[in-house]
C-alpha cells in the first residue's frame, strides 16, 4: 500500500492550490453574496487544464488519473464550494458519462470541447416528482423518424443555464420502468429546450442551480448515449463517480474550514492565553483534523479504486456519506471556534457551514448512500 501521492499528482495539487489562493479565494465571499457565476474562473480552469484531467489527451484531456481530479476538486473547494462543484459536475456527471458509452464521433464532438473548457457541462437527472427515487421520472423522449422528441422537465441543475452540453435521462419505453429510461446529448440552444427557475440557495451561491424545460424538444437518434434503455443504468454508473467528487468537495470545505480555525485559534487571546491552547478549543480542533484525514482517506481509496478499474460504487457512496456528515460537522464546530465572530459574514467559516449543507443532500441523500452501501454488503 502507497499513501505518498505521485509527482504528478503533488504538482497538480500545488498548481491547483495556487490558482485556487490567488484566482478564486479572493473573490469567493462577494461572488456567495452576489449569488454571482464567474464563467472567467471556468475558462482559467480550462487553460490549466483542469477540465479535462481525467480524459486522455486524444479527447482533449491531459491524461491524469482520478485522485488527481478528487485532489483538484477538493483544493477548490478549500476555498469556495461553489467552484469544486462546478468542476465536478462538469467532468463526473456530465464528462464521465459521455468518456465512458460515447461513440467516438460523441467524444469528439461533445467531450474534447468540455475537456479543453471550451464547453461547460450539465446533467439532467432530478424532476420536480423524483429526487431520491430517480427511476420514477416522468420526462418522455419518443421516437420519430431518426429523431427523439423530449417532453419534461428537470430541477436542481447544476451549471445549468452556463452549460452547453447536458446529458439527460427522458423514459423511451413507459411500461418497462427504470428499463425503459435512456440518455441523451442535448445542447443549449436546442429548439424547445429552454432554462427555467435560477434557484436562490442556502449555500454554494456562486454555483447556478437552475431548472431546464423541454417542450417537443427535437434531438438527433445519434445523441443518445448508450443504447434505448441503458439510460437508468448508466445514471447510477455516473453518480457512483460524481458521489466521489462531493466527497473531495466536502473534504475541501472541511479543510479550509480547519485551517481557518487552527489559525484563528492561534491568534485568538482570551483569559491570558490563545484558545486554541485551552482544551475545549485544542480538542475541538483535534477531532475536526481527525475526522477531516478520514474522510479524505476514503475519497482517495475510491478516486484510486476507479484508476485501477476495481469497483468504487459502495466506496464512493461511504466517502460522501462520511465526507459529508464529516464537512457539516467540522463547519459547525468551526463556527464555535470563532464564537460571535463565526456568525458574520466577515469571516469565511460562516460561509464553509452553509456550503457543507448540501454535500450530505446532492447525488443521492446521505440516507440513499446509507441504502446503497447496505444494499451492497447484503448483496457480497
Ligand atoms: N451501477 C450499475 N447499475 C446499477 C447501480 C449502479 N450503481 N445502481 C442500480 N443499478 C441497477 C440495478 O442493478 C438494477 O438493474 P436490473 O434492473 O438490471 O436488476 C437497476 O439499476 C435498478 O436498481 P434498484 O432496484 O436498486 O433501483 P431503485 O429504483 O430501487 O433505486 C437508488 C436505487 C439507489 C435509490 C437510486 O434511485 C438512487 O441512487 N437515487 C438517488 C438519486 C440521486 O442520487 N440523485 C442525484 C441527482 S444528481 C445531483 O444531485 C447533481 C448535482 O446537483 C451536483
Redesign the pocket.
Given at each position: 500500500m502507497e499513501f505518498l501521492l505521485t509527482e504528478e499528482q503533488q504538482m497538480i495539487r500545488k498548481m491547483v492550490r495556487d490558482f485556487a489562493e490567488n484566482e478564486v479565494a479572493p473573490t469567493a465571499a462577494e461572488r456567495d453574496e452576489e449569488e454571482r457565476f464567474d464563467r472567467e474562473i471556468f475558462d482559467q480552469m480550462g487553460e490549466l487544464g483542469l477540465t479535462g484531467i481525467p480524459w486522455p489527451e486524444e479527447y482533449g484531456g491531459i491524461g491524469a488519473d482520478y485522485l488527481s481530479y478528487v485532489i483538484a476538486v477538493e483544493e477548490l473547494s478549500r476555498v469556495c464550494g461553489s467552484t469544486g462543484?462546478t468542476l465536478?459536475?462538469h467532468i463526473s456527471?456530465a464528462g464521465w458519462p459521455i468518456y465512458t458509452f460515447g461513440t467516438e464521433e460523441q467524444k469528439q464532438k461533445y467531450l474534447r470541447p468540455m475537456a479543453e473548457g471550451k464547453k461547460m457541462g450539465a446533467?439532467g437527472?432530478?424532476e420536480p416528482g423524483s429526487?431520491?427515487?430517480?427511476?420514477n421520472m416522468k420526462t418522455t423522449a419518443k421516437r420519430d423518424g431518426d429523431d427523439y422528441i423530449i417532453d419534461g422537465s428537470k430541477i436542481?441543475?447544476?451549471n445549468a443555464g452556463e452549460a452547453e452540453i447536458y446529458v439527460v435521462f427522458a423514459v423511451t419505453t413507459p411500461e418497462k420502468k427504470?428499463?425503459g429510461v435512456s440518455a441523451f446529448i442535448v445542447e443549449k440552444g436546442t429548439p424547445g429546450f429552454s432554462m427555467g427557475k435560477k434557484e436562490s440557495k442556502l449555500g454554494i451561491r456562486s454555483s447556478p442551480?437552475l431548472g431546464i424545460n423541454f417542450d417537443q424538444c427535437r434531438v438527433p437518434a445519434e445523441n443518445m448515449l448508450g443504447n434505448e434503455g441503458d439510460g437508468?443504468?448508466i445514471a447510477?454508473?455516473t453518480?457512483?463517480g460524481?458521489?466521489n467528487g462531493?466527497a473531495a468537495q466536502a473534504v475541501g470545505i472541511a479543510q479550509g474550514a480547519l485551517d481557518a480555525s487552527v489559525n484563528y485559534a492561534k491568534e485568538r487571546k482570551q483569559f491570558g492565553k490563545p484558545i486554541g491552547v485551552q482544551q475545549g478549543i485544542a480538542f475541538k480542533l483535534a477531532d475536526m483534523a481527525t475526522k477531516t484525514e478520514a474522510s479524505r482517506l476514503l475519497t482517495y481509496q475510491a478516486a484510486w479504486r476507479e484508476s485501477q478499474g476495481i469497483s468504487y460504487?459502495k466506496e464512493s457512496a461511504m466517502s460522501k456519506l462520511f465526507a459529508g456528515d464529516t464537512a457539516m460537522e467540522v463547519t459547525i464546530e468551526a463556527v464555535q471556534v470563532f464564537g460571535g465572530y463565526g456568525y458574520i459574514k466577515e469571516y469565511p467559516v460562516e460561509r464553509y457551514m452553509r456550503d457543507a449543507k448540501i454535500t450530505q443532500i446532492?447525488?443521492?441523500?446521505n440516507e440513499?448512500q446509507r441504502?446503497?452501501i447496505s444494499?451492497m454488503l447484503l448483496a457480497d
Open positions: 462543484v465536478s459536475a456527471l446533467y437527472l432530478t429526487g431520491s427515487d430517480a427511476a436542481f441543475i447544476t427504470h428499463k442551480t437508468f443504468k447510477m454508473m453518480l457512483d460524481g458521489r462531493i460504487g446532492y447525488e443521492g441523500t440513499i441504502l446503497v444494499k
